[in-house]
């Protein structure tokens, strides 16, 4: 019974984030925002979970109050993303973006730090609790994309902050591993932090925050450059969270085959082809088949961190490794990701875009595994 409610906390949360992420690029456009008003949007919000992830993980790790801090943050952040339609122009809604990201970022670090305490011995089935997540954004998706293509891109935010509201409640039933004694919030980050295999590890993990920018963030306004409908938008997104299924339910097995470490580099290394892929792509029909690579590109690349983040988190140190991995992935990874590719779409087009982000991406997995072979770097 106790798998019920991490499950559905990520179902709910992945179907809010269906609702918006997707389609925030596409509402900024809608407001005659410039190409780098976009990039400074989408790559100088996502800074905000660098900082924010971190901290209130961290806090939590320190004070053990997981559940009132995860209760606050959850309700901040339905009620910011319900604000977004009715703000019109740049500042405010960088303001309130700020705002937003600075209390939704530590949401699915929590999540991932109850679920892998509340799996006990049986952690290597966290893909298929982490599935709950890909049923969600894959239905959300659907009608996301209807609403969006009837109402306007106004209904998206407000679907989404409902999502985010039901989240709280059933946050309440989550549980966590707590230690017999507290550590300080900077204490607990700087063993992390000095420790260089972590540093590798979270390198790759900005690569896949690179990733998940170009994928989450302008995947939908390429496809609208190429002269795609919004609502074959959301097929589109519906095949790319099909693909998950398979991955995240058989997920042990990919575990107890690669080990986290070298299953998390396979999945950068997918994402990589996956955006080259995208760059060359001749004709719209072929958009699907290359999204059933979506399976090995986040979602594996996600339970694979989360393991590894887990098996090698000191004591006591749970939340706040989850929290590093949080805010690389979609704090700086996606910030510097954003940033670029918003500039890149408006200059060179998506293809360009893509072509260079998935260079990018392949040449990380390079240097990373030649500075892992170095004695001293080597993994345990």
Known sequence: MKKVWPFSMNFLFFASFAFIGPFTVLYYQSLGFSGAQIGVLIGLT???????????????????????????????????????????????ILLLALFFNMFFSPI????????????GERKELYGRIRVGGTIGFGLASLIAGTLV?????????????????LCLFVSQKLEYHEAQEKTSLRHGARILLQNRQWLLFLTMAFAGGLNLAATNNYLLPYLKELGMKESI????????????????????RLIKQFQPYKLFVLTIIFSGIRLLLFAIVPALWLVFPIQLLNGMSYPAMWM???????????????????????????????????????????????RGMYMVMGIILLFIVGLVTLLGKRPSLQSQ
């Open 46 to 92: 996502p800074l905000i979970t660098l900082l924010s992830a971190p901290l209130w993980t961290g806090l939590a790790d320190s004070t053990h109050q997981y559940r009132l801090i995860l209760s606050g943050v959850l309700l901040a952040g339905a009620v910011g993303v319900f604000g977004f339609p009715f703000l019109h122009t740049f500042v405010p």
């Open 108 to 119: 699915m670090s929590f999540t991932d730090s109850a679920t892998m305490f509340m799996l």
């Open 149 to 165: 293509q009837s109402y306007g891109l106004k209904s998206a935010f407000w679907g989404s902050s409902l999502l985010i509201f």
């Open 233 to 252: 938008m959301g097929i589109v997104l519906m095949v790319g969270t099909l693909s998950e299924i398979p991955i995240l339910f058989f997920g042990n």
């Open 304 to 350: 694979a961190g989360v393991a590894y983040a887990d098996e090698n988190a000191p004591p006591g140190l749970h939340a706040t490794a989850q929290g590093l991995f949080g805010a690389t992935v979609s704090g700086i990874g996606t910030a510097v990701g954003g940033f670029f590719d918003g500039l890149m779409l408006e200059s060179i087009g998506g």
